[in-house]
């Protein structure tokens, strides 16, 4: 598992390369005519600040269903942000990122209501699949297709990636606080400094 996991590490890196020279300018968080529909409210509490993020339950349902869960269940209290690649995304859902004794293995964990891994929604017919990886985007990080469990993404920019990664939500407030996490200084694509998940709290849209 860590071995896969090391690849899409790789394999993330390399396109960021490839496309935050192409996509370096200023962006604006993902707004079109056709939104994706908004089913639950999430506030991401970090030491950073709060983030709010928008969840599309009806785009990709179990999708929601597994982070909003592992929300109520205060999975990411204490997770970090391990992985910051500026021009591209920010990631974390690691529950190994708590254990210190573990930074070897970072990026490689993670867990699911369902029990193991579970399925992608990449549906063409959905307003999220359609935007695709805009800025703000929220979207699942795997190892392969139809290997989700707790990692996410959010991206920095307008991202031309191929559409392998579930889109579930994106930021409605705290971009300023996404952009201040992808600007902090690094070694590698870790963090120097802990970037903390303290809370989630969920609401669900009446």
């Not at 964990?109 to 929604?121: M, P």
């Not at 870790?190 to 903390?196: K, L, Q, S, Y």
Request: charged share 15%; aromatic share 10%; hydrophobic share 40%.
């Amino acid at each position: 598992m860590k071995t896969t996991m090391n690849l899409f590490t790789l394999s993330m890196m390399l396109i960021a390369l490839t496309y935050s020279t192409q996509f370096a300018g200023a962006q604006s968080v993902v707004m079109t005519n056709q939104e994706p529909t908004i089913t639950h409210i999430v506030t991401m509490n970090t030491n950073h600040g709060p983030v709010t993020l928008g969840l599309y339950g009806q785009d990709a349902p179990k999708t929601v269903d597994n982070f909003v869960g592992l929300a109520e269940k205060n999975f990411y209290d204490g997770i970090l942000f391990h992985r910051v690649v500026p021009g591209f995304v920010i990631q974390a859902g690691d529950p190994k990122t708590k254990d210190e004794a573990l930074k070897g293995q970072w990026g490689t964990g993670g867990e699911s209501i369902y029990g193991g891994d579970f399925i992608d929604e990449l549906f063409p017919n959905t307003k999220s699949f359609q935007i695709g990886y805009a800025k703000g985007v929220l979207a699942m990080a795997n190892r392969g297709p139809n290997t989700n469990t707790s990692q996410f993404f959010i991206c920095l920019e307008d991202l031309g990636l191929p559409k392998s990664y579930t889109m579930f939500g994106k930021v409605t407030e705290g971009m300023d606080v996404v952009m201040k996490i992808a600007a902090t200084p690094l070694n590698g694509s870790t963090p120097r400094e802990p970037v903390i998940i303290k809370s989630m709290t969920v609401k669900k849209k009446s």
